[in-house]
């Protein structure tokens, strides 16, 4: 709970948030990192911490997909040209990348997505 706290007072433009020390991405903060950025978009963060729980274990080095799938997102780099593996490897702006996608609609596009709610 104090690490979505924190992680929450990131995102005002309190002068208290500006002194905090920035949020440590680990597969134990995870959670309440996700929780965050879904709050952030407006989409509920359930779906989005289950189906990133189910693609990469919340493991921000996960490579899968014979090597074309990267990051706690999985995100398949053949379908997103746009997105560079650095990106995908990065866990804050991969998580950032899913909460965007999942507020979008965009939810199906995660394998672990459809075989959890479609």
């Known amino acids: 709970m104090q690490s979505i706290l924190i992680f929450l007072a990131l995102f005002t433009q309190t002068a208290y948030a500006q002194t905090l020390p920035p949020v440590v991405y680990s597969t134990s903060t995870a959670p309440a990192i996700i929780e965050a950025y879904a709050a952030k978009y407006g989409t509920p963060a359930a779906p989005l911490v289950?189906?990133?729980?189910?693609?990469?274990?919340?493991?921000?080095?996960?490579?899968?997909?014979?090597?074309?799938?990267?990051?706690?997102?999985?995100?398949?780099?053949?379908?997103?040209?746009?997105?560079?593996?650095?990106?995908?490897?990065?866990?804050?702006?991969?998580?950032?990348?899913?909460?965007?996608?999942?507020?979008?609609?965009n939810a199906g596009q995660w394998t672990c997505y459809k075989k959890l709610y479609e």
Request: proline content about 5%.
């Open 50 to 105: 289950a189906t990133l729980n189910c693609e990469s274990h919340f493991a921000a080095d996960r490579v899968g997909d014979h090597g074309t799938s990267f990051g706690v997102a999985q995100i398949h780099l053949p379908a997103h040209p746009d997105i560079t593996k650095e990106q995908a490897l990065d866990p804050m702006w991969a998580v950032d990348y899913a909460a965007r996608e999942f507020a979008a609609g």
